[in-house]
């Protein structure tokens, strides 16, 4: 059963520290990516990546920042935790190469409360 | 710019009961996919069901069907005989082409969908 593992599925963190949050795939998948999810707002793409070493911002990623260095794994960084930043994050990931599908495998989320 | 709106924040429908989720969005595109993901209280989001904008056929996958007017620009998820592990939320995404590899992918709000004993 292919799998897409968020290490923690709550955190709580002071305002002002650096949080990390992994992701990690077993399915060989090249693209990565970060959302957040906020009642009435949706899914907003904070970082993604197209394969080990490459990172593209996406809609929201004023705040965070990415790191890719193996293909398995997709870091997300909090530099310095705001309490605006309190949200759920999705990690997903997807083949590059299979052509005509274009699903995501999400992970189940890291439940994120900034005090 | 392609948006994605789903008008129903929250629904309801009684057990083995037939209910229709509405998805519009906007694009000026020709080629695109759109799909429904349901996430259940357990928050693990999983695909649902997915369209190609250039078939005409209507996609189906056991009780879950679409019904994509792409000339209306709808795309409707119609859940049958439902039952009350399909109480989760539903999002609808449009994801088009961008060139060179990559790809716009947008998502919905969500609508809230509690299966009723």
């Known amino acids: 059963d292919v799998k897409v593992t968020q290490s923690s599925r709550y955190l709580v963190k002071r305002t002002g520290e650096k949080v990390f949050l992994e992701c990690v795939q077993d399915m060989d998948h090249e693209n990565m990516f970060w959302y957040r999810q906020d009642p009435g707002l949706g899914l907003r793409l904070i970082y993604f990546?197209?394969?080990?070493?490459?990172?593209e911002k996406g809609d929201i990623p004023e705040g965070y920042s990415v790191s890719r260095e193996k293909k398995e794994r997709f870091s997300l960084i909090l530099e310095s935790a705001s309490t605006n930043q309190t949200s759920m994050y999705l990690c997903?990931?997807?083949?590059?190469?299979?052509?005509?599908?274009?699903?995501?495998?999400f992970g189940s989320g890291t439940r994120l409360t900034v005090v | 710019a392609q948006t994605v709106t789903q008008s129903q924040p929250e629904m309801s429908v009684q057990e083995a009961e037939t209910v229709t989720l509405s998805c519009t969005y906007d694009?000026?595109?020709?080629?695109?996919?759109l799909f429904w993901y349901k996430q259940p209280p357990s928050r693990q989001m999983i695909l649902v069901i997915r369209?190609?904008?250039?078939?005409?056929q209507n996609a189906t996958e056991n009780r879950f069907s679409v019904n994509f007017q792409k000339a209306a620009k709808s795309f409707s998820l119609k859940i049958s005989d439902s039952q009350l592990g399909d109480t989760a939320m539903y999002f609808c995404?449009?994801?088009?082409?961008?060139?060179?590899?990559?790809?716009?992918?947008?998502f919905g709000t969500g609508t809230r969908l509690k299966v009723l004993a």
């Open positions: 694009t000026s595109e020709n080629n695109y996919y």
């Open positions: 997903a990931s997807r083949s590059g190469q299979v052509r005509g599908n274009y699903g995501y495998t």
């Open positions: 990546s197209y394969d080990v070493k490459m990172k």
């Open positions: 995404a449009f994801m088009k082409h961008e060139g060179k590899g990559t790809y716009k992918y947008i």
């Open positions: 369209q190609e904008a250039y078939k005409q």
